[in-house]
């Protein structure tokens, strides 16, 4: 991407209140339908880069697939020894799996580019984004848009098909309904730690690796059944940051399990409001984060 | 020899540098370290015995395996990005004039590097690992000796597999395949994900005599104390024969690839 030189000078006088002028640019338009439309272009011309250089692409994606797929190809070799881990089977963890890796690819593909803000923050190059009439959320999500992600989805799809083929499922409507409720929910709470990740590193710039112990760090403990790890970990996950609600607390209500904390059956349904939650939340680190930016100035 | 100390000084000074960064990582290796061990938990409590280990061996390969992840380099990184960049862009033709010589140089870095990433990304992990997990460290000093001798033939095997990585820009010019293809064999066959003595039939086999063993798998089991006296020779004979064949590889393919070397201008 062509990279406006900004000067030195210039960027702060944006930079001391970032939102004060693009409410009159924007008058009478929906910034949040502005937003995506800037969205789907940054997208689609990053697209069209990627498609520049096809095997590359190809490598690439195929590289994504292999790499997230061994987290399941480790669980695969654990189950050549055991017929049960925490007392699940392997198609039972494998919708755990399917469900937390499908929901945290969607939003590594769409959201997962803003975990390179840290970069723009410390080189002075978020100043270009700050002078475009676009959101700067927008731009910084649409960032060297990684397409090769569909290679974690593509993963985590399968296991799920896998898991669905072979587990014995009482099927009711709700049950069904849950699926793609807790794969869409879950790719919105994962989305949301995303953006509050991004809003840590205006403060933190180098210390950016940190947000990877909530996304992957994250994604990987819903890999497995809750009843494996310790009761603080679960808490944790369950109240802190809500990543049980992703895939743990739904999943286990589609296996018929009950969860190690106790919490009643309903909570299962509850995916949908920590979502919109977690957003709120993000949505205000993420301004605070923007409003105390300070460019490098250089 | 002077001039590759003051170069690895100059690794170990530059990582040395991103201190969030590096308190960022321990960090995440850390958090890591708490998933993975409650996993192997689950696994060696069905088979306490499992791979050979005892539940506490087992925790503790979790937490060396974190604390030697950058060290060794099992996920690429360190200096392969910069040379295959260097070759794509032509620079190299500037490294090739200076009066050192390119592979022991950019070992020379390598080596500073691998001594910050050990200090600075594995001791604290390991620490936090051991006040919340019952682990089983070395008594003897000899075998904390012993094992930083394995981690140090492991740093160079892990160079010379990098090496030949990084050169391969020569022929592919983009190199990020490359890395990519190499970061999933370190992954996979230094054992990061699974200790590789739990891999089953040939797999494990195969997996067990390939170079990147040399990386977490071999370093490991000599903490452990797993290979003593005649086993201990074994191991490091085992790594330093990778290492050499490796480093002659790499020779090798940069001799065949400087006499090709066509500098684009511009």
């Known amino acids: 991407m062509a990279e406006a030189e900004v000067e030195a000078g210039a960027g702060r006088r944006d930079v001391a209140d970032p939102g004060a002028w693009r409410e009159d640019a924007f008058a009478g338009r929906s910034r949040l339908l502005e937003g995506v439309r800037a969205y789907g272009l940054i997208v689609a011309m990053w697209m069209r880069s990627t498609m520049a250089y096809r095997a590359s692409f190809v490598m690439t994606t195929v590289g994504n697939f292999v790499a997230t797929a061994f987290d399941f190809v480790t669980i695969m070799l654990m189950f050549t020894h055991v017929d049960a881990l925490g007392g699940y089977t392997l198609p039972e963890i494998a919708l755990l799996y399917g469900a937390s890796a499908t929901a945290f690819g969607l939003s590594d593909l769409l959201l997962g580019s803003v975990e390179r803000l840290g970069r723009r923050v410390r080189d002075g190059t978020l100043d270009t984004l700050l002078v475009r009439p676009v959101p700067v959320l927008a731009q910084v999500a649409a960032d060297r848009f990684a397409l090769r992600r569909l290679g974690r989805i593509t993963q985590g799809l399968l296991v799920l098909g896998y898991a669905l083929v072979t587990l014995d499922i009482a099927w009711t409507p709700l049950k069904v309904v849950m699926l793609p409720l807790m794969v869409l929910s879950g790719a919105a709470v994962f989305g949301a730690v995303f953006v509050a990740g991004a809003a840590f590193q205006f403060f933190a710039q180098d210390a950016s690796e940190v947000q990877n112990a909530f996304t992957y760090g994250g994604t990987t403990v819903l890999q497995y059944p809750p009843s494996i790890f310790a009761k603080e970990l679960v808490r944790g996950v369950t109240f802190v940051v809500p990543l049980a609600f992703v895939s743990w607390l739904p999943a286990l209500y589609v296996l018929g399990r009950d969860y190690p904390l106790g919490l009643p059956g309903w909570v299962a349904f509850l995916p949908p409001v920590v979502a919109a939650l977690c957003w709120a939340l993000a949505s205000l680190a993420w301004r605070t984060g923007l409003r105390a930016y300070r460019s490098t100035g250089s | ?266």
């Open chain 2, 1 to 266: 020899m002077r001039l590759y100390a003051v170069v690895a000084a100059g690794g170990f000074r530059r990582h040395a540098t991103y201190r969030a960064a590096t308190a960022a990582g321990v960090f995440t290796n850390t958090v890591f370290g708490f998933i993975v061990a409650y996993t192997y938990m689950a696994l060696w409590d069905v088979r306490p015995r499992l791979g050979g280990y005892d539940v506490s061996e087992a925790v503790t390969y979790v937490w060396l395996g974190q604390a030697l992840l950058m060290t060794c380099a099992m996920m690429g990184g360190g200096f392969e990005d910069e040379l295959s960049e260097r070759i794509r862009t032509g620079d190299i033709a500037v490294d090739l004039y200076r009066p050192a010589d390119l592979q022991l140089w950019w070992l020379a870095g390598d080596l500073g590097r691998a001594a910050f990433h050990l200090l600075g990304r594995g001791i604290v992990p390991m620490v936090l690992g051991a006040l919340a997990f019952d682990l089983a460290l070395p008594r003897s000093p000899w075998t904390w000796a012993a094992f930083l001798v394995s981690v140090s033939l492991g740093v160079v095997v892990s160079f010379g597999l990098r090496y030949l990585v990084a050169l391969s820009a020569f022929w592919l010019m983009d190199g990020a395949g490359a890395m990519q293809m190499a970061m999933l064999a370190g992954l996979f066959f230094s054992g990061m994900l699974l200790p590789l003595t739990l891999f089953p039939g040939l797999l494990g086999e195969v997996a067990r005599a390939l170079p990147w063993s040399s990386l977490l798998q071999v370093p490991a089991d000599v903490f452990l104390g797993k290979r003593t006296g005649w086993g201990l020779v074994q191991a490091y004979a085992f790594q330093a024969g990778w290492a050499v064949a490796l480093l002659l590889a790499g020779r090798l393919l940069q001799s065949v690839a400087t006499r090709r070397v066509v500098v684009q201008g511009g």
